[in-house]
T-cell receptor, first 112, second 112 residues
C-alpha cells in the first residue's frame, strides 16, 4: 500500500542539539511539505519542495533545514537555532500542481 | 496570512447539522478541507476550485464563493465519527504549486 512514513513517532532531545526527522513516501508524489502544529493550533508551513533538488522556505523556516536528494525522501533538521522546537511535526505529499495532501502520522518532538 | 475559520468550536447531537466557514483576505485558486482526529494526522476530505462548485464526501459537503473568498463546510445529519478538528487550507495562486495555508481549525464534538 502506498503511503507516507514519518519516523520516529516520539523524539526527545536535549536543548542545543540538532535533530533530524525522517519522511519517506511511495506515492510517486512530486511535492512534499513540512508543517508544524502546536497544541490547539493550526498547521504552519516550514519548508516545501516541488521537485528533487529544489525547495522553498515556508512561513516559519528559521531554525530549520531540509534536503530533497530523492523524490521519495524529504528529511527535516531542527537546529539549535530554533528557539522553541517542541511541537508536533507533520510531513505531507501531493501531486505538484493539484490534489489533496496525504499526511504522515507525525513526529512529536520534545526538547528538554 | 492564514484564513480565518469560524466557529472555533461546535457541539452537536447526533443527527444535527453544522456549518463551518473559512474566509481569506486574498484571492484564492482553491480551498481544501481536512479532518484531524486527536493525536492523528489530518485526512483529506475534499478540494474546491474557483468557480463556485460544490462537492460532497458522505454527508459532508462544501461550497466555494470565489467573489467573497469564502468556503463553507456542511456537516449534515452528523454522526459520532464526524468528531474531530476541521481545517481549511487555501491555495492563493496556481503558480505557487499547490502550497496551502491552513486556518486555525474548528473543533467539532458530536454527542450521542
Amino acid at each position: 500500500d502506498g503511503g507516507i512514513t514519518q519516523s520516529p513517532k516520539y523524539l526527545f532531545r536535549k536543548e542545543g542539539q540538532n535533530v533530524t526527522l525522517s519522511c519517506e513516501q511511495n506515492l510517486n508524489h512530486d511535492a512534499m511539505y513540512w508543517y508544524r502544529q502546536d497544541p490547539g493550533q493550526g498547521l504552519r508551513l516550514i519548508y516545501y519542495s516541488q521537485i528533487v533538488n529544489d525547495f522553498q522556505k515556508g512561513d516559519i523556516a528559521e531554525g530549520y533545514s531540509v534536503s530533497r536528494e530523492k523524490k521519495e525522501s524529504f528529511p527535516l533538521t531542527v537546529t539549535s537555532a530554533q528557539k522553541n522546537p517542541t511541537a508536533f511535526y507533520l510531513c505531507a505529499s501531493s501531486m505538484r500542481w493539484q490534489g489533496g495532501y496525504t499526511f504522515g502520522s507525525g513526529t512529536r518532538l520534545t526538547v528538554v | 496570512q492564514q484564513p480565518v475559520q469560524s466557529p472555533q468550536a461546535v457541539i452537536l447531537r447526533e443527527g444535527e447539522d453544522a456549518v463551518i466557514n473559512c474566509s481569506s483576505s486574498k484571492a484564492l485558486y482553491s480551498v481544501h478541507w481536512y479532518r484531524q482526529k486527536h493525536g492523528e494526522a489530518p485526512v483529506f476530505l475534499m478540494i474546491l476550485l474557483k468557480g463556485g462548485e460544490q462537492k460532497g464526501h458522505e454527508k459532508i459537503s462544501a461550497s466555494f464563493n470565489e467573489k467573497k473568498q469564502q468556503s463553507s463546510l456542511y456537516l449534515t445529519a452528523s454522526q459520532l465519527s464526524y468528531s474531530g478538528t476541521y481545517f481549511c487550507g487555501t491555495e492563493e495562486a496556481k503558480a505557487a504549486g499547490n502550497k496551502l495555508t491552513f486556518g486555525g481549525g474548528t473543533r467539532v464534538l458530536v454527542k450521542p
